[in-house]
């Protein structure tokens, strides 16, 4: 058998077998015209309030749910749009806590261990280290500041209208299937819940159970984000918004005699 042939065969084989269940996510489905009208409507408006998205600060707590247990800090953070990010937190009985600095190139999780500081870093910029949660930090920036991400997609389209949990939006990207789904509530006023998947299956869902507003936006009061395998809920008690912040705000600063060997 000459290569050229061993090749498109070997090819066929992996298509059949390894995206053969998966097809029918790889086509963009048709939809209604009074479906995908909707959809661009709402897109639109969704971009023109997450763009409008300003360097805010906010104060709450934090807990977070995994196979490995519970835990919960009261904790401080400030997002800047653009994958910066920082949080701090301190546990329920005033022990040091955690940190995690995002600067846009990467993310630093620092955290005490007798007496002494560990660093970790690494370019994956989402929360797994925190949370274990597969969560851009460019997506919890959006939403904590008011925004909603909106994942690159070729169509979307609006249904369930009479559904009582709201209407659900669908994103569909071409060779890739579903993207993301955005539930509103029935009245279309705010949106309650944002999912995003990844090639083969969920990488975080986002509940943003209550809100109220500050400078005129809708910013979660609760929000609880989670996955297969882990859960994290921030209880929102205030922000602060058009935040002013030092350069070195996003810089990792632990002196070497405070880092562990």
């Known amino acids: 058998m000459n290569r050229s042939r061993c090749f498109f065969l070997l090819l066929y084989a992996f298509l059949a077998l390894g995206l053969g269940g998966g097809c029918a996510r790889l086509v963009v489905p048709d939809q209604p015209e009074q479906m995908i009208a909707p959809a661009k409507v709402q897109l639109a408006r969704l971009a023109e309030i997450s763009e409008q998205t300003l360097p805010y600060k906010g104060i709450g707590e934090l807990r977070v749910y995994s196979g490995e247990g ?7 953070w400030l997002g800047v749009p653009e994958r910066r990010f920082r949080v701090e937190t ?3 009985a005033g022990q040091p806590g955690i940190r995690l600095i995002c600067d846009g190139d990467a993310c630093h999780f620092l955290y005490a261990d007798n007496g002494c500081f560990r660093k970790i870093s690494s370019r994956r910029q989402n929360l797994s280290q925190l949370a274990g949660i597969d969560m851009d930090v460019a997506d919890l920036v959006l939403i904590l500041g008011g925004g909603i991400p909106i994942a690159d997609h070729d169509t979307a389209w609006i249904e369930g209208e009479d559904d009582p949990e709201g209407p659900v939006m669908r994103l569909h990207r071409r060779f890739y299937g579903e993207v993301e789904t955005i539930r509103f509530s029935g ?3 705010r ?30 009061d609760r929000l609880l984000v989670e996955n297969e395998d882990a859960a994290m809920q921030l209880v929102v008690e205030r922000v602060w918004f058009d935040t002013k912040y030092a350069p070195d705000a996003f810089v990792p ?6 880092l562990c060997d």
């Open 253 to 258: 600063k632990i002196p070497k005699e405070r």
């Open 191 to 220: 949106v309650r819940e944002v999912a995003i998947y990844g090639f083969r299956d969920l990488k975080y869902r986002a509940e943003i159970v209550s809100t109220r507003m500050v400078n005129g936006r809708q910013i979660p």
């Open 187 to 189: 009245d279309m006023s």
């Open 90 to 92: 301190v546990g329920v």
């Open 70 to 76: 519970s835990f919960s800090f009261r904790g401080a």
